[in-house]
């Protein structure tokens, strides 16, 4: 059975995938409203990784939580997770976009 998050429009899926350290980013914020000015922000025990559009998040053994203002902090197991925004299509534009909090 797969280990999934959602918070909001973020899902945070359990995988084996191991980045490369090289790729280890700053911060906390996992995604940032552009209308309300809210985000979704990592506390706790982790390390976040990114790779052009692909991001990862490694939680610690301590553990970490994801807080936003709009939206009930959830905890997140220890382990590593693939962190995906989600995403809408627009058949006026005929693209896909990701969607914003």
């Given at each position: 059975m797969e280990t999934l998050f959602r918070h909001g429009d973020l899902l945070l899926?359990?995988?084996?995938?191991q980045p490369d350290k090289k790729t280890?980013?700053?911060?906390?914020?996992l995604a940032e409203g552009e209308v309300t000015g809210h985000s979704h922000k990592?506390?706790?025990d982790?390390?976040?990784y990114g790779e052009n559009e692909i991001q990862w998040v490694q939680i610690g053994i301590d553990g970490?939580?994801?807080v936003h203002?709009?939206?009930k902090k959830i905890d997140?197991?220890?382990g590593m997770y693939e962190l995906i925004h989600e995403r809408e299509f627009s058949p006026f534009e005929d693209?896909?976009?990701r969607v914003i909090d």
């Amino acid at each position: 059975m797969e280990t999934l998050f959602r918070h909001g429009d973020l899902l945070l899926k359990k995988t084996d995938y191991q980045p490369d350290k090289k790729t280890r980013m700053g911060g906390n914020v996992l995604a940032e409203g552009e209308v309300t000015g809210h985000s979704h922000k990592l506390v706790g025990d982790f390390q976040f990784y990114g790779e052009n559009e692909i991001q990862w998040v490694q939680i610690g053994i301590d553990g970490a939580s994801i807080v936003h203002e709009e939206h009930k902090k959830i905890d997140i197991l220890p382990g590593m997770y693939e962190l995906i925004h989600e995403r809408e299509f627009s058949p006026f534009e005929d693209a896909t976009r990701r969607v914003i909090d």
